[in-house]
């Protein structure tokens, strides 16, 4: 399942509660009056009373030229916004005017109550079948909030009442693949934390690593994350001289949850930790400084991909695409255990693989102030030289369509806060002058062939924007699906969007599916 949301990158989108897409005021004119032989010419609004006249209507939403369509699977007046899909089936959301999330099972049927969250919407997050969020918001001083989930079979349960938890979610608690486990850093006010692994139900928790320091910057915040049913884990020890800290990289393998230590001495967290696709081996950089190496999540000694390896992807056969430090491209094969070098020089940052596994978006430069980047593309599979796009570090790379045709990439971002909206723009994937496709546009959810959805024209009062489709094998501009909707919208699979509307307060408002042409 795949997600588009107007919190695309780190700007965000902070979504209004109103549930017009627009608004206006009238004022009522009295008719002149004379006091004291001075002409009073204010035509300062009166109330209905005074002026004899009625109050005036309220304005109406322009909610556009295509009303909702495909199928409503719930119908409300109040301002529902989709949050995620499980799956299992089932459609996460809020109700705005109430703060209450409830799932919605896609197949039909009432929705079910999960509860109230007060906390951020991207503190939900799905995992498989299981939905964890934050009842409220993370204290912005400690990072301290109660975690709870929801599945299907369980319902809500209260997994803990005081866990580490980043407002903006950040890998710092998860869910096991089966839906069986949940994994957090058990807070105390002392800022030193426990990781632990709670059944489901909520009804047994193990402490798996004590003492963990929850406030050192170097190592802010630690991490949790499932591979299957394997947890990885990136804290620090709690120590006297907090300087002294340093990462550790854990592995703990469902049932009994055994420590099996990775390392000791790993750079600080920025991010999950790369795991093939069989889930049996992390990429990580060496903590010796010898470049990447594939650590065995069942313990045992690391492989060395490359002593000079820096930025890496796993491509689906769990091939490995890495820059090195010399700025070369190559592929290393799980197979032989061999590298070959794709390009001799001059890129940094390896981004997406096509669907094909023929092609990739890659980076030279990355800006320190935005962290856009420049774009190439890239054979993933021939040497060759790279085929240069943008030469500046201004796009956001966003892959490419199902059938690996076109590479898609945004430009032209806004540098302050508020609705995050920009340029799309694509090639061939031979390369070619960029074309402008979309403006004031968000992320691609890719389809079948050449065809994507889309918002734009989104409405800054309430977040509103329409869906749109487009085929980059013709040349014909966005065709509207549905005017001011709400900007999150849900690929259940490619002949299924999940959307909701609010614009106005009639029949249509509520949840829907639509098939994308």
């Given at each position: 399942?795949r997600r588009l949301?107007?919190?695309?990158?780190?700007?965000?989108l902070?979504?209004?509660?109103?549930?017009?897409?627009s608004?206006s005021?009238?004022h009522a004119t009295p008719?002149?009056?004379?006091?004291?032989g001075?002409?009073d010419t204010s035509t300062?609004?009166m109330?209905?009373?005074?002026?004899g006249?009625a109050?005036p209507p309220p304005?109406?939403?322009d909610?556009?030229?295509?009303?909702?369509?495909?199928k409503?699977l719930f119908?409300?007046t109040?301002?529902?916004?989709?949050?995620?899909?499980?799956?299992d089936?089932?459609?996460?959301?809020?109700?705005?005017?109430?703060?209450e999330?409830?799932a919605?099972?896609?197949?039909?049927?009432?929705p079910?109550?999960?509860g109230?969250m007060?906390?951020q919407?991207r503190?939900?997050?799905?995992?498989?079948?299981?939905?964890?969020?934050?009842?409220?918001?993370?204290?912005?001083s400690t990072?301290?909030?109660p975690?709870?989930?929801w599945?299907?079979?369980?319902?809500?349960?209260?997994?803990?009442?005081?866990i580490?938890?980043v407002?903006?979610y950040y890998y710092?608690?998860?869910?096991?693949d089966?839906?069986?486990?949940?994994?957090y850093y058990?807070?105390?006010?002392?800022?030193?934390?426990?990781?632990?692994?709670s059944s489901?139900?909520g009804?047994?928790?193990?402490s798996?690593?004590?003492?963990i320091d929850?406030?050192n910057g170097?190592?802010?915040p630690?991490?949790?994350e499932?591979?299957g049913?394997?947890?990885?884990?990136q804290y620090c020890?709690?120590l006297?001289?907090?300087s002294?800290e340093t990462?550790?990289?854990?592995a703990?393998a469902?049932?009994?949850?055994?420590?099996?230590?990775?390392g000791?001495a790993f750079?600080?967290?920025?991010?999950?930790?790369?795991v093939d696709?069989?889930?049996?081996?992390?990429l990580i950089?060496?903590?010796?400084?010898s470049?990447?190496?594939?650590?065995?999540?069942?313990?045992?000694?690391p492989?060395t991909?490359d002593?000079?390896?820096?930025n890496a992807i796993?491509t689906p056969s769990?091939?490995?695409?890495?820059?090195?430090?010399a700025t070369?491209l190559?592929?290393?094969?799980?197979t032989?255990g061999?590298?070959?070098?794709?390009v001799?020089s001059?890129l940094?940052y390896p981004?997406?693989?096509?669907a094909d596994g023929?092609?990739?978006q890659a980076?030279a430069q990355?800006?320190?102030?935005?962290?856009l980047?420049?774009?190439?593309?890239?054979?993933?599979?021939?040497p060759?030289?790279?085929?240069?796009?943008v030469?500046t570090?201004?796009?956001?790379?966003?892959?490419f369509t199902?059938d690996?045709?076109y590479s898609?990439?945004g430009?032209?971002f806004?540098m302050d806060?508020?609705?995050?909206t920009?340029t799309?723009e694509?090639?061939k994937?031979?390369?070619?002058?960029?074309?402008?496709?979309?403006?004031?546009a968000?992320?691609?959810l890719?389809t079948?062939?050449?065809?994507f959805i889309?918002?734009?024209?989104q409405?800054?009062s309430?977040?509103g924007?329409?869906?749109?489709?487009?085929?980059?094998?013709?040349t014909?501009g966005?065709?509207?699906?549905v005017?001011?909707?709400?900007?999150?919208?849900?690929l259940?699979?490619?002949?299924?969007?999940?959307?909701?509307w609010y614009?106005?307060?009639?029949?249509?408002?509520?949840?829907?599916t639509?098939?994308?042409?």
């Amino acid at each position: 399942m795949r997600r588009l949301t107007m919190e695309t990158i780190a700007l965000g989108l902070a979504l209004a509660g109103a549930t017009g897409c627009s608004s206006s005021s009238t004022h009522a004119t009295p008719d002149a009056s004379t006091d004291g032989g001075l002409t009073d010419t204010s035509t300062e609004a009166m109330a209905p009373s005074e002026a004899g006249d009625a109050a005036p209507p309220p304005p109406q939403p322009d909610c556009g030229t295509t009303p909702p369509t495909g199928k409503q699977l719930f119908a409300s007046t109040d301002q529902l916004s989709v949050f995620a899909l499980t799956t299992d089936g089932y459609a996460a959301y809020e109700d705005l005017n109430t703060q209450e999330l409830f799932a919605l099972p896609l197949a039909g049927g009432p929705p079910k109550d999960i509860g109230k969250m007060t906390s951020q919407g991207r503190t939900l997050y799905p995992h498989g079948t299981v939905v964890l969020y934050l009842p409220i918001a993370a204290d912005p001083s400690t990072s301290i909030a109660p975690l709870s989930v929801w599945t299907a079979a369980g319902g809500t349960v209260a997994i803990s009442t005081s866990i580490l938890a980043v407002d903006s979610y950040y890998y710092t608690y998860d869910a096991s693949d089966d839906g069986k486990y949940v994994a957090y850093y058990q807070a105390s006010s002392s800022g030193v934390g426990t990781l632990t692994v709670s059944s489901i139900d909520g009804k047994s928790q193990m402490s798996l690593v004590s003492d963990i320091d929850l406030t050192n910057g170097n190592c802010f915040p630690p991490m949790v994350e499932f591979a299957g049913n394997t947890l990885i884990a990136q804290y620090c020890p709690a120590l006297d001289d907090a300087s002294a800290e340093t990462t550790t990289v854990a592995a703990f393998a469902d049932p009994t949850f055994t420590t099996v230590t990775l390392g000791t001495a790993f750079s600080p967290p920025a991010g999950p930790i790369a795991v093939d696709p069989k889930g049996k081996n992390a990429l990580i950089a060496s903590p010796s400084g010898s470049g990447l190496a594939l650590y065995p999540l069942a313990g045992g000694n690391p492989v060395t991909v490359d002593a000079t390896g820096t930025n890496a992807i796993f491509t689906p056969s769990g091939d490995i695409i890495y820059a090195t430090s010399a700025t070369a491209l190559k592929r290393w094969s799980a197979t032989t255990g061999m590298a070959t070098t794709l390009v001799v020089s001059g890129l940094n940052y390896p981004t997406i693989l096509s669907a094909d596994g023929n092609w990739l978006q890659a980076s030279a430069q990355m800006s320190a102030q935005t962290e856009l980047l420049d774009l190439y593309i890239v054979s993933a599979t021939t040497p060759g030289s790279a085929i240069p796009i943008v030469t500046t570090p201004t796009t956001s790379p966003m892959g490419f369509t199902a059938d690996s045709k076109y590479s898609v990439f945004g430009t032209n971002f806004p540098m302050d806060f508020g609705a995050v909206t920009f340029t799309m723009e694509a090639t061939k994937t031979t390369g070619g002058t960029p074309n402008k496709i979309l403006s004031a546009a968000t992320s691609a959810l890719y389809t079948s062939a050449s065809k994507f959805i889309s918002n734009t024209n989104q409405t800054k009062s309430t977040g509103g924007a329409d869906i749109v489709s487009m085929d980059l094998s013709t040349t014909n501009g966005p065709t509207v699906l549905v005017s001011q909707a709400d900007p999150n919208l849900f690929l259940a699979s490619a002949s299924e969007l999940v959307y909701s509307w609010y614009c106005d307060k009639n029949a249509m408002a509520g949840i829907w599916t639509l098939t994308p042409p």
